[in-house]
């Protein structure tokens, strides 16, 4: 129950399509759905998050999808970039019994030029 | 930079050994955790800590320990290394418990 299902493991995408990352869950305590994107060698930095108060978030070509009734979110990634390529990490997070984010099994993007 | 820093930044030693990894978390921060991050794999939880006291305990093995001084920096004891120990540790900090988490770029460590 206190796991985050990521999917897919990797994604090609060309130049300026849309990447999409789904992420489900079991929980229903969890109340904040961060996403972090990870660069080779670097640690994984946030990029978006939503509660679960509002169905969709929006900040430049990022998008976080939220449907509470199907215990899933998914992150859009609208007109991908090369820069773009790194690994992406859906958590989640209650506040509710122990403190501590579950985090998905990422998935590895790749946008080729 | 995400202000949280982690040393040493590379570690390779032998089966049996034991490490101390260390993590400074970014100023104001209260909150440190501990990830394992093996090749390929996701980020496993292994333990928190807030304002030098234990929160939460994910799947941390016997062999490792963790503690938060009071200046809040925090160390991560691996001993009786094993080669499956092998994997990156990162460490995270957050201002409170609910708070988005800023990871510093984690130690790499290696047992050979």
């Known amino acids: 129950q206190q796991q985050v299902k990521q999917s897919p493991q990797s994604l090609i995408v060309q130049k300026g399509g849309i990447s999409i990352i789904n992420c489900a869950y079991e929980?229903?305590?969890?109340?904040?759905f961060p996403w972090y994107q990870q660069f080779p060698g670097k640690g994984p930095a946030l990029l978006i998050a939503?509660?679960?108060?509002?169905s969709e978030k929006k900040e430049g070509r990022f998008t976080i999808s939220f449907n509470k009734s199907a215990k899933q979110f998914s992150l859009h990634i609208m007109d991908s970039q090369p820069g773009d390529s790194a690994t992406y990490f859906c958590?989640?997070?209650?506040?509710?019994?122990?403190?501590?984010?579950?985090f998905g099994t990422g998935t590895r993007l790749k946008v080729l030029a | 930079d995400s202000g949280v820093t982690q040393t040493p930044k590379h570690l390779i030693t032998a089966t049996g050994q034991r490490v101390t990894l260390r993590c400074s978390p970014r100023?104001?921060?209260?909150?440190v955790y501990w990830y394992q991050q093996s090749l390929d794999q996701g980020l496993q939880f292994l333990i928190q800590?807030?304002?030098?006291?234990?929160?939460a305990k994910g799947n941390i093995l016997e062999r490792f320990s963790a503690q938060q001084f009071p200046d809040l920096h925090s160390e991560l004891n691996l001993s009786s290394l094993e080669l499956g120990d092998s994997a990156l540790y990162f460490c995270?900090?957050?201002?409170?418990?609910?708070?988005?988490?800023?990871f510093g770029n984690g130690t790499r460590l290696t047992v050979t």
């Open positions: 958590a989640a997070y209650t506040t509710s019994g122990t403190y501590k984010y579950i």
């Open positions: 929980n229903t305590a969890f109340d904040y």
């Open positions: 100023s104001g921060d209260l909150s």
């Open positions: 939503i509660r679960p108060d509002v």
């Open positions: 995270a900090s957050s201002v409170q418990l609910d708070s988005p988490l800023h």
């Open positions: 800590y807030y304002n030098g006291e234990e929160r």
